[in-house]
């Protein structure tokens, strides 16, 4: 059955990643070399085409949102910004056009992103038809507190960031990439999740707060989320988020994504239990792997047979009337050959009362009875776990 392979995902996230930034680098050498060509962009005098190093932007101090220094109605293009401090700071109606930011500090006083464009689709070469560009901004090892609000930052990369009580609101965030950083209370509302890929990163916190849907499709990846403490709070934490997480997909109707990450947050979830719950957690994921696993089904069954294969050996058969019975003094005294008669005996009996089919020329003894009478019962236990899951699977 159909299910998210992390590994090939990943494999594809990766490369896509690299052609991506080897996309905007040839892109920005060709913009900076033909800044006269650009058509539609009037570039800030002080920003573009520049590496700013080490710069205050914005206003010191602990101030409220409508005291933030407002920069508006800016085209920045091709600009480095190297380990500069984005404080207090409010970009409203700003284009960025293949900015990189290196070791930026956007969590001291907060920093918002609103009615801005992050990303250049269209192309200035020739033939332009039907061709797009897709030039985005890059974010690396930057400490991120920001509100990005109704901006499209598709294609954007942000990779080794510390992103924290941000919000990304009604945002266009396609194939955004987002890669070994941490996500820590992060809030999005009715934003545009398509193609988005998150590598591994640590999600401490995500809350969605939607009015009407965030979108997700077949291209969105959630990366697994490796454990760090160990602690029941950390496992109940990451179990939280797999679960909303699968809760959203769901909504999207993209089931074998729902059934996925419910399947990782209840592996997760079992490593917070109690003895007793984790017992029961244990036995659930064995037989079906919490209803997404139809071949733990099989497999557990198959077990199960062989498991009371093994025990009718030493409780008993009856081989066209004659009783087998192993016992230590029995069993060194058998062949090969006659071990592995009496196994294809036992495993044929064992098959016939698992399943309730089957021709056996071995009967149970009556020593045997209560065996083959539980092993009845537990064999019409896991049919109906198979053919639950495989009818759950089935149905999406």
């Not at 065996?371 to 009845?376: A, D, G, K, R």
Request: overall charge neutral; glycine content about 4%.
């Amino acid at each position: 059955m159909s299910y998210v392979n992390f590994k090939e995902e990943k494999y594809t996230a990766n490369n896509q990643l690299l052609k991506r930034k080897k996309n905007n680098d040839e892109i920005n050498i060709y913009l900076i070399k033909h800044k006269d060509e650009l058509i539609g962009y009037y570039p800030n005098e002080r920003y573009s085409y520049k590496k700013i190093n080490n710069e205050l932007i914005g206003k010191k101090g602990t101030l409220d949102e409508i005291d933030f220094k407002i920069i508006q109605n800016e085209d920045i293009i091709c600009s480095e910004f190297l380990e500069c401090d984005f404080i207090n700071l409010k970009f409203k109606n700003c284009r960025f056009i293949g900015c990189k930011f290196y070791n930026c500090n956007f969590a001291s006083g907060g920093v918002i992103f609103e009615n801005c464009i992050l990303i250049k689709e269209d192309t200035e070469k020739t033939p332009s038809l039907n061709k797009k560009d897709n030039l985005s901004c890059i974010f690396y090892d930057c400490n991120m507190y920001i509100k990005f609000l109704n901006s499209d930052i598709s294609f954007n990369i942000f990779e080794r960031c510390n992103i924290k009580d941000t919000s990304f609101e009604q945002s266009n965030m396609k194939s955004v990439i987002i890669k070994n950083s941490e996500l820590n209370m992060i809030t999005i509302e009715d934003c545009d999740f398509s193609g988005v890929k998150i590598l591994e990163t640590y999600i401490k916190d995500l809350d969605f707060t939607d009015n009407y849907k965030t979108k997700f499709d077949e291209k969105t990846f959630f990366d697994k989320i490796k454990i760090r403490n160990k602690t029941k709070q950390e496992y109940e934490g990451i179990y939280m988020t797999y679960e909303i997480l699968a809760d959203k997909f769901k909504e999207n109707t993209l089931n074998n994504n729902f059934g996925e990450y419910y399947y990782q947050g209840k592996c997760m979830q079992r490593k917070s239990l109690e003895i007793l719950p984790k017992l029961e957690s244990y036995l659930y994921w064995l037989t079906c792997g919490y209803g997404e696993r139809v071949e733990y089904a099989v497999f557990s069954s198959l077990v199960i047979i062989l498991i009371f294969a093994v025990i009718y050996l030493f409780t008993g058969i009856a081989i066209k009337e004659e009783p087998l019975r192993y016992t230590m003094t029995t069993m060194s005294q058998l062949s090969v050959m006659e071990v592995l008669r009496h196994l294809n005996e036992v495993v044929n009996l064992s098959v016939g009362m698992f399943c309730g089919v089957g021709f056996n020329n071995a009967q149970p003894t009556e020593l045997s009875y209560m065996v083959s009478n539980i092993e009845m019962i537990i064999g019409f236990i896991m049919m109906g776990v198979l053919i639950g899951t495989l009818t759950r699977k089935l149905i999406r």
